[in-house]
């Protein structure tokens, strides 16, 4: 079973900056594909950023390309997102998502172990 904690939200002004975390408990990360999605009011919850399992390929949902850089530390067990240049468009809950698989993973219902999620909010 793995635990996922994300951490990092908050409150930021267009144009700026956050860093989220996802710590990862009850297993070693090194086999697991991970991912952030969000979830904005109303709406479901999609893919922002995807990782394989040792980090030498990602995917970006094309909304974020350029801004958000998905990136993992196995040896912490830890999942990042960076955004930049943040857009009030980007407010939604982040969840984080990781799934037993050595291949990127694109789809929702390929991940079965999820986090609390995070809120980011950007204020115009």
């Known amino acids: 079973q793995v635990r996922l904690v994300e951490s990092g939200g908050g409150l930021v002004q267009a144009g700026g900056s956050l860093r989220l975390s996802c710590a990862a408990s009850?297993?070693?990360?090194?086999?697991?594909?991970m991912g952030w999605f969000r979830q904005a009011a109303g709406k479901e919850r999609d893919l922002v950023a995807a990782?394989?399992?040792?980090?030498?390929?990602?995917y970006y949902t094309d909304s974020v390309k350029g801004r958000f850089t998905i990136s993992r530390d196995n040896a912490k067990n830890t999942l990042y997102l960076q955004m930049n240049s943040l857009k009030p468009e980007d407010t939604a809950v982040y969840y984080c998502?990781?799934?037993?698989?050595?291949?990127?993973?694109?789809?929702?219902?390929?991940?079965?172990?999820w986090g609390q999620g995070t809120q980011v909010t950007v204020s115009s």
């Open positions: 998502a990781a799934q037993y698989s050595t291949m990127v993973l694109t789809q929702r219902n390929e991940y079965n172990f």
């Open positions: 990782i394989n399992w040792i980090g030498g390929s990602t």
């Open positions: 009850g297993r070693t990360l090194s086999s697991y594909a």
